[in-house]
C-alpha cells in the first residue's frame, strides 16, 4: 500500500489549494481515505481527522467546522483523493495527511508521508 500526498504549500489569507492524495496496492473502490491534519505543536497522536470519503459512493464526512470550505472527492480512474481547501485561515496550517480505511467508521490502517501546508496572516 503506498499513499502520497501533494499539493501543498505557502498560500495567502483567503487563498485556495488542492491536496492530492495518489493511491496503489489495494482496490481503490473498495476502501476510504481520510484526510488528517496535524496542527503546529501537537503530537501524532493529536491529528484531527477533516474529511473521510467512501471512493465507492462517494459519500464524504467533514469535521463539523470545516465542512462548507473543504471538499474532498476522488477520481477512480487515477486511483487518487483530492482535499479541494478554499477560504484557507492562519488556523489551517498543518502537515495534512491521507489515510487508509476500510471505512470511515475505523480508524486508519496505512498513512501518507504527509504535506505541509502554511497559511500566512
Known sequence: VQLVESGGGLVE???SLRLSCETSGFRFGDRAIGWFRQLPGKEREGRERVSCIHNRDGK???KDYLEGRFTTFSDSSKN?????MNSLKPEDTAVYYCA????CEYTP???GQG???????
Open 100 to 103: 487508509l480505511h476500510i471505512s
Open 109 to 111: 490502517g496505512y498513512w
Open 13 to 15: 489569507n483567503g487563498g
Open 80 to 84: 487518487t483523493v483530492y482535499l479541494q
Open 115 to 121: 504535506t505541509q501546508v502554511t497559511v500566512s496572516s
Open 60 to 62: 464524504a464526512f467533514y
